[in-house]
């Protein structure tokens, strides 16, 4: 794991934000909170995003709420209910475009007072997101939960990034925290989990991808708590075998506030790495990219910065080439937009 023990950050290069778009705020009526969000664009060129909503991150009767943005006449939908449990919290929704025309719905269900005590189930959509399934339990085990995407293999199996957190705390991710990864083989109807990714303060929300040689790498936001430090690194794992088997997380360069990040391989095969360029604050949201395979990169301008928090970027590039970024910003009452105009 010698790639990963000195991520290489080249000097600052521009890169204009081609538009920046609020798409919901506190005005809109699923409750104050609008927090982590995804997106993904339909086989009809509609882009879905999906989001969690309600009083706030810990309330309950939280929902997970969908808003579509026509291809056709660029508007965003009012939000719909996608998915709630009448028992438990539900949060944290993945929404995904399948290529076999199937959308996936990933979200967390919590039964206790913390994230700890969550598992995650999932729906699928054989209409274009028009009508969903009934829920089905992708993992059982407590503390399970994911934020990122699947991506296809060459193989054709889905790679499910997940993760498994401890410490039953609202103020602290147990430093046993560990990435997980779920592979669903073709043909096959049960994820198959992946060894324990382990590091220093932890491991969790991993974003992967795979590399034109076959190999697997991922960035995890790392554990801990959110108290001011210089000591938090966005933590790095490799895999060889298709995501069946990872390395030990390693350190980056890139310095973790305890946030979530994205990772995306791009058409032209650059890697565009998200995540908020600090140890302890949630700003600036910064942006690099990478034309070695993750070797060197290379930080673009920020997407967004200031006296707020940008948090939660989730990344995707549309068949058009364009690249949108979509995070949450103001107390997590805020989901908005921004298309980057790469180098």
Not at 31 to 51: A, V, W
Not at 54 to 67: I, L, N, S
Request: net charge negative; aromatic share 10%; with cysteine.
């Amino acid at each position: 794991m010698t790639r990963f023990s000195c991520f290489l950050l080249a000097s600052l290069v521009l890169a204009g934000l081609a538009r920046a778009e609020k798409i919901l705020g506190p005005e809109t009526p699923t409750g104050r909170y609008k927090h982590p969000s995804s997106i993904t664009q339909l086989e009809n060129d509609d882009l879905l995003l999906t989001y969690y909503g309600g009083d706030g991150e810990y309330a309950p009767g939280t929902g997970v709420f969908g808003v579509r943005r026509s291809a056709d006449t660029g508007r965003w939908s009012s939000p719909k209910r996608l998915a709630r449990d009448p028992m438990y919290s539900v949060g944290n929704p993945v929404v995904w475009q399948a290529p076999d025309g199937k959308v996936w719905l990933f979200y967390v269900v919590r039964p206790g007072a913390t994230w700890s005590t969550s598992r995650i189930a999932a729906k699928v959509s054989n209409d274009g997101a028009r009508t969903w399934s009934d829920s089905t339990i992708i993992s059982w085990e407590e503390g399970m939960m994911l934020r990122s995407r699947p991506i296809v293999l060459r193989d054709g199996a889905y790679l499910l990034p997940v993760y498994h957190e401890t410490g039953y705390d609202t103020e602290k991710v147990g430093d046993d925290t560990t990435a997980v990864f779920l592979r669903l083989a073709p043909g096959e109807r049960t994820w198959t989990a992946s060894n324990r990714v382990t590091a220093r303060m932890g491991a969790l929300q991993p974003a992967v991808v795979e590399l034109g040689d076959g190999r697997l790498i991922a960035l995890c936001r790392r554990g801990g708590d959110y108290d001011p430090g210089d000591d938090g690194f966005v933590v790095a794992t490799e895999s060889s075998d298709g995501g069946r088997t990872w390395s030990a997380g390693v350190e980056t360069e890139f310095p973790n506030p305890n946030a979530a990040v994205d990772l995306l391989r791009l058409e032209d095969g650059r890697l565009l790495f998200v995540y908020n360029h600090s140890m302890h604050d949630r700003t600036p949201l910064a942006a690099a990219l990478s034309s070695d395979e993750g070797r060197t990169w290379t930080r673009l301008d920020d997407i967004a910065d200031g006296d707020n928090s940008y948090a939660y970027p989730y990344a995707i590039q549309t068949r058009d080439g364009s690249v949108h970024v979509v995070y949450t910003s103001d107390g997590r009452t805020t989901i908005n937009m921004t298309t980057l105009d790469l180098p």
